[in-house]
């Protein structure tokens, strides 16, 4: 019985444990060096735990991290309003470890500013 609880606990905790695994941090977003970049969005991907648009910057394409779509969706933001060929303008921080790729802190589409974080 001791055994078979044990693993039971083990088990759980490895379970648990993936998704802290996956999840990154914000601590690899250089926060002194702010970027706007206004584009036309290129890709949209609407899922967890993030969700990320692509956009172009300076002729290379940027993906940028968005909040989760819980988020998202209690901000008023929904997948139409960012769809791809719509123009929206992001603020946020470049990665200090994956090029070209942004955390973005707010996000103005349709003339609406929204507040991602």
């Known amino acids: 019985m001791r055994y078979r609880l044990m693993g039971l606990f083990l088990s759980g905790a490895l379970l648990l ?17 702010k970027l706007s970049v206004t584009s036309a969005v290129q890709k949209v991907e609407w899922q967890n735990p993030h969700v990320m648009i692509v956009v ?4 290379k394409a940027w993906e940028a991290v968005l909040a989760p779509p819980f988020r998202m969706d209690a901000r ?3 997948p139409e309003m960012i769809k791809a060929g719509t123009t929206v303008t992001l ?6 470890r994956v090029e070209n ?13 929204f ?3």
């Open 17 to 33: 444990g993936g998704g802290a695994l996956a999840h990154h941090g914000w601590g690899s977003y250089d926060a002194g060096r």
């Open 56 to 59: 172009v910057h300076e002729g």
């Open 76 to 78: 008023g933001l929904d």
């Open 91 to 96: 603020e946020g921080y470049p990665s200090t």
């Open 101 to 113: 790729e942004l955390r973005a802190e707010r996000i103005i589409a349709g003339g609406r500013t």
């Open 115 to 117: 507040e991602l974080r």
